[in-house]
Nanobody, 123 residues
């Protein structure tokens, strides 16, 4: 059974940093492209960052230069380092896994999802 478990969310002041982790089990992690999405109240779930099996990356324009996605295949974990956080980054953050090597940017192309972790940025 595939499980994706996010951690590292919390409350932080604007300008602060957080690092989210997503631990995967039940799949051959190195064969999966990974992504981080977020969903704020009343809004659609949106892509934040994505990483291929070869560690190519892609970012939403709103987070480019502030967030960094990375993966550690030995630990079956994908990370999202978030710096210079803004109140508009407040959302539930989800990680997702897609059974492909390339970067995946379409939400419905992901095969597995975690339960999410709340990130709240105060002004």
């Amino acid at each position: 059974q595939v499980q994706l478990v996010e951690s590292g969310g919390g409350l932080v002041q604007a300008g602060g940093s957080l690092r989210l982790s997503c631990a995967a089990s039940g799949l051959t992690f190195g064969s999966y492209a990974m992504g981080w999405y977020r969903q704020a109240p009343g809004k659609e779930r949106e892509l934040v960052a994505a990483i291929s099996t070869g560690r190519n990356t892609d970012y939403a324009i709103s987070v480019k230069g502030r967030f960094t996605i990375s993966r550690d295949n030995a630990k079956n974990t994908v990370y999202l380092q978030m710096n210079s956080l803004r109140p508009e980054d407040t959302a539930v953050y989800y990680c997702a896994a897609a059974r492909t090597a390339s970067i995946v940017t379409r939400r419905n192309a992901y095969d597995y999802w975690g339960q999410g972790t709340q990130v709240t940025v105060s002004s």
